[in-house]
């Protein structure tokens, strides 16, 4: 889901900004999907996210707080390339993905498998 993607739907861009840079209560943000992950390594990267999101700027962390932040959440390190990072975790997450795709491929050719096996035990197979 992108920010702000429901918005769209029914408002332009500019009127998103222009509800976004006016002050009211509470402040207008993106709303953060209930069907994320809640590992805490993301719940810490969403608590970062919405502290950024204080109106006060005084609050607000400041680019090194977050740096220090992401880099404890991550175990990205200063001296580590982000990028790289960034791109080994979402090839970790395609592999995961792709193993997880064939366990269910397997698991739905076992049903389909039984499935047949059921229907021809109750009408014979065709010629």
Known sequence: ??????????????????????SSSPPFRPKIPSTIDN????????NIMQECWNEDNNVRPSFPSIKKKLSDVTG????????DALLRRMEQYAN????????????????KRKSEELLY???????
């Open 39 to 46: 590992s805490s390594s993301v719940m810490a990267i969403i």
């Open 76 to 83: 990205i390190s200063a001296s580590h390339n982000f990028l």
């Open 1 to 22: 889901m992108e920010p702000y993607e429901e918005e769209r739907e029914i408002s332009t861009i500019d009127e998103i900004i222009q509800k976004v840079k006016t």
């Open 96 to 111: 995961n993905l792709e193993d997880l795709v064939e366990e269910r491929t397997q698991a739905f050719l076992d049903e």
């Open 121 to 127: 035990e109750i009408l014979p197979r065709q010629g």
